[in-house]
């Protein structure tokens, strides 16, 4: 079976501060984890995947995320918060490699970004 | 490449009545495609998998004969919602899975309202 558990369902960050999204998994095997972004009224925008490899990733709009194991976490990242990064934003975990199978999603954090 | 659409991106309809939900893999072939429902402050649940000329597989819970499937091409398959009720105002949102399976692709989702 497989989930997520995304803590704070809302964060606020100050223009040009950190941004740190908080995402735990739990996997029977191994996980394959994104972050998309959602836009109000639109659909998903994949930011970044973690399949296999290098445990840091990077995605669009400077947007990083670490794969720890140990910690059964992939929490999403951003040196430095733009007001364009206003929005809600969904990790997802599945057993294919590419996401191209049932996605299994957090219940999303909404990012408010303050001037 | 690897675009979706989805049609429409907003929909208003009468309490008993039926609304169609398109959704098309522009500039590839979906063997694949997935109908996912996000309710409000929730994340999104899979509702079923259609697969291109066969019969689509609903979650549990997810009443078939109100939520049809159609998935008659490689480009397109169609959520239809039978007798509309106001507890069916939702967003729901489709993503499509390429032959290769090098991805699942989101279209920007529909917004349903049922007065």
């Known amino acids: 079976a497989q989930s997520v558990t995304q803590l704070g369902s809302h964060v606020s960050v100050s223009e040009g501060a950190l941004v740190l999204l908080r995402c735990n998994y739990s996997s029977s095997v191994p996980p394959y984890l994104f972050w998309y972004v959602q836009y109000p009224n639109q659909g998903l925008q994949l930011l970044l995947k973690y399949t296999t490899g290098a445990t840091l990733v990077k995605g669009i709009n400077g947007f990083e995320a670490e794969f720890k194991k140990s910690e059964t976490s992939f929490h999403l990242t951003k040196p430095s918060a733009h007001m364009s990064d206003a929005a809600e934003y969904f990790c997802a975990v599945t057993e294919h490699p590419t996401g191209a199978n049932n996605l299994f999603f957090g219940t999303g954090t909404r990012l408010t970004v303050i001037p | 490449g690897a675009v979706v659409s989805q049609h429409p991106s907003r929909v208003i309809c009468k309490s008993g009545t039926s609304v169609k939900i398109e959704c098309r893999s522009l500039?590839?072939?979906?063997?694949?495609m997935f109908w996912y429902r996000q309710f409000p402050k929730k994340s999104l649940m899979l509702m079923a998998t259609?697969?291109?000329?066969?019969?689509?597989?609903?979650e549990q819970g997810v009443e078939k004969d109100k939520f049809l499937i159609n998935h008659a091409s490689l480009t397109l398959s169609t959520l239809t919602v039978t007798s509309a009720h106001p507890e069916d105002s939702s967003f729901y949102i489709c993503s499509a899975r390429d032959i290769g399976g090098t991805g699942a692709f989101f279209g920007q989702g529909t917004r349903l309202t049922v007065v």
């Open positions: 259609s697969n291109e000329g066969s019969k689509a597989t609903y």
């Open positions: 500039d590839f072939q979906a063997t694949t």
